[in-house]
């Protein structure tokens, strides 16, 4: 059964458990290809089986909701609340639901698995896009020879933008590819995530050497072959979060303060050093001086902030391509996008000050509990202090990613983004990794000295 502390007061199949999870988050970030291959009636009827899946186990689990992160559920019911001034309430009514319905599952993931077992779910599924997205590349570029488009689309001899395609068939002509998202960008995440998940498992002992070795060549191979300058970024930030994290925990806490002073110091620094520099910057990360035309759509979505600015237009969420004041906002390339391509940005708009403000409130608290799960240092039933265990940077790790993408991109408010963030903010809420429990279903571990990278020297 089900091996969580201490929120899940039924019981729950660990196996059930571990099969949701990493079957929901393969589905939400396999992204496009779900409507790609099997319409979007298709998509919303395996959508809907995993929903009913996930209630099921939320049924048998009965997880108590006192230990959830409140600030998720205000801002949720913000959201909810703009109905009555919305602009399109139908689209309103309908994105909210998705988004509770969402919330939920990523509960039922939080509520029925342990840490460990969560980043193995993790692990498995983004292992898994990254695998079918080359597969699907190789035969796209080998068998078929041809882009290809959505099978629910019919463009006929219609000469269409390049981003209309689920494949360009550019595995080896030098272009990027897109794989199962359908979208280089979202793909390059999938392979950062992956990365993560796969070092921390090998430093945990969850993966053998050669294996790991295996997958972090292919996660590497994925984000040379998107060259995506926004992850590129994350994986950056992402690094220097971790380098940060491990020299703040080598003190004691009580003399932490000299080292967090100094880090302050130093963000503010490099952070107002960016900001001069932003213009050669975004010129060496290949996406021009306005960040491939997002300044551009942030300016427009500004002029509709500009409109509302206390309460925004309505929540939507992900735009709808019916609604003319959002379908005619934003236009490149014979392409319309449909986001603001800013997270925080798009939550303005939305839902005006009052929804940035609860918003702001989940993503920094979620955040702060992420460093304090990478940071504290745990103490087990005697009171003495734990070994460091490298399960404990994953929460902090991928939402440091998440949140750099959301610069650039929505995602963080929808998908497979929006799950796992609340994910890890609802799970960070019920217990911290190093408060946690050892469990029977986390599995055997390797010993430290088989996870060597390097053969050990004989003496």
């Known amino acids: 059964m089900t091996n969580t502390w201490p929120l899940s007061r039924g019981t729950v199949p660990e196996r059930e458990a571990f099969a949701f999870g990493t079957a929901m988050l393969f589905v939400l970030f396999a992204g496009d290809a779900v409507p790609n291959t099997l319409t979007w009636v298709g998509a919303g009827i395996l959508w809907a089986l995993l929903a009913v899946w996930g209630a099921t186990i939320l049924v048998r689990a009965r997880p108590p909701i006192t230990r959830t992160p409140r600030s998720l559920w205000l801002f949720l019911a913000w959201c909810l609340v ?29 509520s029925t698995l342990t840490w460990r077992r969560i980043l193995d779910a993790v692990s498995l599924a983004m292992r898994g896009v990254l695998m079918l997205s080359l597969v699907f590349e190789a035969v796209v570029a080998v068998v078929v020879r041809h882009p290809i488009a959505p099978i629910w689309t019919h463009y006929g ?14 595995l080896f002509t030098g272009g990027r590819i897109q794989g199962l998202p359908g ?12 990365a993560i998940a796969v070092a921390l498992q090998f430093a945990e002992g969850r993966m053998g050497r050669n294996r790991t070795i295996g997958w972090l060549v292919v996660a590497v191979l994925v984000l ?12 950056l930030v992402v690094a220097v979060a971790l380098l940060v994290a491990l020299w ?28 001069l520099a932003r213009s050669p910057l975004s010129e060496l990360l290949g996406k021009g001086s306005d960040a491939t035309g997002r300044g551009v759509i942030w300016e427009r979505v500004l002029g509709l902030v500009d409109q509302h600015p206390v309460v925004g237009w309505g929540w939507i969420g992900y735009w709808w391509p019916s609604i003319p004041t959002l379908a005619d906002l934003a236009h490149r390339k014979g392409v319309t996008y449909l986001q603001a391509h800013d997270a925080f940005l798009d939550v303005w708009m939305q839902t005006g000050i009052i929804g940035l403000v609860l918003f702001a409130l989940y993503v920094v608290t ?17 009171h003495a202090p734990r070994s460091f265990d490298p ?18 991109e929505s995602r963080l408010l929808y998908q497979g983004n929006w799950v796992l963030f609340a994910l890890i903010a609802i799970k960070s809420r019920i217990v911290l990794v190093g408060e946690e429990p050892r469990s029977a279903g986390d599995g055997p571990r390797t010993p430290p000295a088989r996870r060597e990278f390097r053969a050990p020297v004989v003496r």
């Open 391 to 408: 399960v404990s940077l994953l929460p902090l790790l991928v939402v440091v990613a998440l949140l750099v993408q959301s610069v650039a």
């Open 157 to 170: 001899d219609r000469r269409i933008p390049d981003a209309f395609y689920f494949s360009r068939a550019e």
């Open 183 to 194: 979208n280089a960008n979202l793909l390059a995440m999938v392979a950062l995530l992956a």
């Open 224 to 235: 040379a072959l998107t060259r995506s300058s926004t992850v590129l970024a994350a994986a």
């Open 82 to 110: 703009s109905l009555v001034w919305s602009h399109w309430r139908p689209a309103t009514l309908a994105s909210i639901t998705v988004q509770v319905i969402c919330a939920a599952m990523a509960f039922a993931v939080a």
């Open 248 to 275: 703040i925990r080598r003190v004691p806490t009580e003399h932490r303060t000299p080292r967090y002073l100094f880090l302050a110091a130093g963000v503010v620094v490099v952070g107002f050093g960016t900001f």
């Open 366 to 382: 979620t955040l702060s509990r992420s460093w304090s799960s990478a940071t504290r240092i745990g103490y087990d039933h005697a």
